[in-house]
C-alpha cells in the first residue's frame, strides 16, 4: 500500500496538505507518478527529482523539495512528502 502525505510550508507552519493513497505495492520507480499526483492535487508545479530526493525518501521516509527543484516559482519555502505506510 502507498500513502504519502505532502506539506506544503511556508514561514515553518503548513500551507497546505493532501494524502496520497494507492493499493499497489510501493515501487520507487512509480515515485515520480506519486509527486506528481500529490503535486496536482495542491496545484503546484511539480519538483524535478533527482537522484538524491530519491535516497533521502528510501533512507528517513520523507524528502523535502526546496524551491530550486521547479522548474517554475513557487511561493512556498518547501514540500516535504513523508511515507505514512511504514
Given at each position: ?20 493513497s ?65
Amino acid at each position: 500500500m502507498v500513502k504519502l502525505w505532502f506539506k506544503l510550508m511556508k514561514d515553518n507552519k503548513i500551507a497546505k496538505q493532501t494524502t496520497v493513497s494507492h493499493d499497489e505495492k510501493f515501487t520507487y520507480a512509480n515515485f515520480g507518478e506519486y509527486v506528481t499526483e500529490g503535486c496536482y492535487e495542491l496545484d503546484v508545479a511539480t519538483p524535478l527529482i533527482i537522484r538524491s530526493h530519491i535516497m533521502n525518501f528510501a533512507k528517513y521516509n520523507h524528502v523535502n523539495f526546496v524551491p530550486s527543484d521547479f522548474v517554475e516559482k513557487v511561493d512556498f519555502d518547501k514540500l516535504v512528502v513523508e511515507n505514512l505506510d511504514r
